[in-house]
């Protein structure tokens, strides 16, 4: 199939990719001259595992290109995909834009048949609005709207895509779902459904299922704060109930709260779109309320421990700035708010990611800048310094060697926020480690919020 992808960010780059690698002729277009100059030089701006690859394959054999020109990519395309921003606007509400810019451009340039594919995660109604600005330049029977949310990871994008659990198709147009289920058959030869829905549900549907993983996440970061009060141990309980197979093993670890570029915004817009038709969905709200001071939770222990919010001549080491591991987006990382909060108080960081360090540069404070030293290496970030503030679980920082916290730092303090270690071992090694939802090792006093 001719496919056109409009938008080469983060979701249209993966989802033109993993098309061409599958047999698709696919055409990116991006206003950014810069960045389709890059990409036709086959460099990729983002770090996600496994596309370079087929993105290189791709391109050598001539099934993915890249243009600013869209007139000729939607022109000839059987499906154009919109893969366009839809950032928070002002009112909570996401700003569409982009995507109806892109929708008043398209209509002219339509030759046969085309399914015009919503991929952005966009407000329940968007695809008929959609429809009504194409079809103010192109007759209705030459083109139906569909949306077709996108269920990616980062870090893991390549492998969703290629083995999705379920494609949500939302249409009325049985022509729609027949192309669309024609294009998506080679990725759930394993069995996995193509759901086909309305319109609406499908827009939905999005919303729903991040608003339901940033709950469970939240569930448990409440039961990991209630543990520290009566002297739980959260790993246990998740291990506990994940075996439930109602509740299901995954999305059951706590920390320092959810980060990144969807579920922050996704909440977000849900609880509006509810709160717009009258429904005041209190769930979300108190999921968006209790993620924010979560991410700060870790250094309020720092305070107890300390027995003063005056850091002032310490410096920490952070390990991880990113929202999660492998990737280097820090949109909403727990990082750029403890870093803040610490400097706040006075502190001096020595502050490490594998990837993120560029991004974390670009995104935080200068009052962060100015008090942060960034290195390259994990052993760097412990020379000399009075604690150890794990904010990403990048495998690396997984089984550091215990010999390097005792030599390196002033005192083997470890405040982990998001659970690495094991607390005997920590305790065996004579380690001071602080960590969610789990007994404290080492300290006396409690750490719990009062
Ligand atoms: C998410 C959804 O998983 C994806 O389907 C959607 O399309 C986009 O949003 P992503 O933001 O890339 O993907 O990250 P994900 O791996 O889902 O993690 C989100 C956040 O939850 C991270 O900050 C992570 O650290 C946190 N998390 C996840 C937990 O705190 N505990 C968990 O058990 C799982």
Request: with cysteine.
């Amino acid at each position: 199939m001719d496919i056109a992808v409009i938008g080469t960010g983060y979701v249209g780059l993966v989802s033109g990719t993993c098309f061409a690698d599958s047999g698709n002729d696919v055409t990116c277009v991006d206003i950014d001259e810069d960045k389709v100059a890059q990409l036709r030089d086959g460099q990729i701006p983002i770090y996600e595992p496994g596309l370079e690859p087929i993105f290189a394959r791709s391109i050598r054999e001539g099934r993915l290109r890249f243009t600013t020109e869209i007139q000729q990519a939607v022109g000839e395309a059987d499906i154009v995909f919109l893969c366009l921003p839809t950032p928070p606007g002002g009112d909570g509400q996401a700003d569409l834009s982009a995507v109806m810019s892109v929708a008043g451009q398209i209509g002219p340039l339509l030759e046969g048949y085309t399914v015009v594919v919503n991929k952005s995660t966009v407000p329940v109604g968007t695809g008929d609005r959609l429809e009504e600005a194409i079809a103010e330049k192109a007759s209705s029977d030459r083109f139906a709207v569909v949306s077709n949310p996108e269920f990616l990871r980062e870090g893991a994008a390549v492998e969703d895509f290629m083995k999705p659990e379920r494609v949500v198709v939302g249409t009325d147009s049985d022509r729609a779902a027949e192309t669309m289920t024609t294009l998506y058959e080679p990725f759930v030869r394993s069995g996995n459904p193509i759901i086909t829905m309305d319109r609406r549900s499908a827009e939905l549907t999005k919303y729903a299922a991040n608003a339901m993983l940033a709950t469970k996440i939240t569930f448990m970061n409440e039961i990991a704060n209630i543990c520290e009060r009566v002297g739980g141990n959260v790993d246990n309980i998740r291990r506990g109930i994940g075996t439930d197979s109602r509740i299901g093993k995954r999305f059951l670890f706590a920390g320092i709260g959810y980060g990144g570029s969807c579920f922050p915004k996704d909440v977000q817009a849900i609880h509006h779109t509810a709160g717009e038709h009258g429904y005041d969905f209190k769930i979300v709200d108190a999921v968006m309320s209790v993620n924010n001071s979560q991410k700060t939770s870790i250094v309020r222990k720092m305070e107890r421990y300390y027995g003063t919010d005056d850091f002032s001549g310490k410096t920490f080491g952070m390990w991880g700035l990113s929202f999660k591991p492998e990737t280097d987006d820090i949109r909403e990382a727990p990082a750029l708010y403890i870093a803040e909060e610490l400097v706040g108080r006075g502190a001096k960081l020595l502050a490490y990611d594998p990837e993120a360090i560029g991004t974390f540069k670009e995104a935080t404070s200068q009052v962060v800048l100015d008090n942060t030293t960034f290195v390259h290496n994990q052993q760097e970030a412990l020379d000399d310094i009075d604690a150890l503030v794990i904010c990403t679980e990048w495998n690396e920082f997984r089984r550091p060697t215990v010999d390097r916290f005792q030599d390196h730092m002033k005192q083997p303090v470890i405040f982990d926020g998001r659970n690495l270690y094991n607390l005997e071992r920590a305790a065996k090694a004579g380690i001071t480690y602080i960590s969610v939802g789990r007994p404290a090792v080492g300290v006396d006093e409690e750490l719990i919020e009062k």
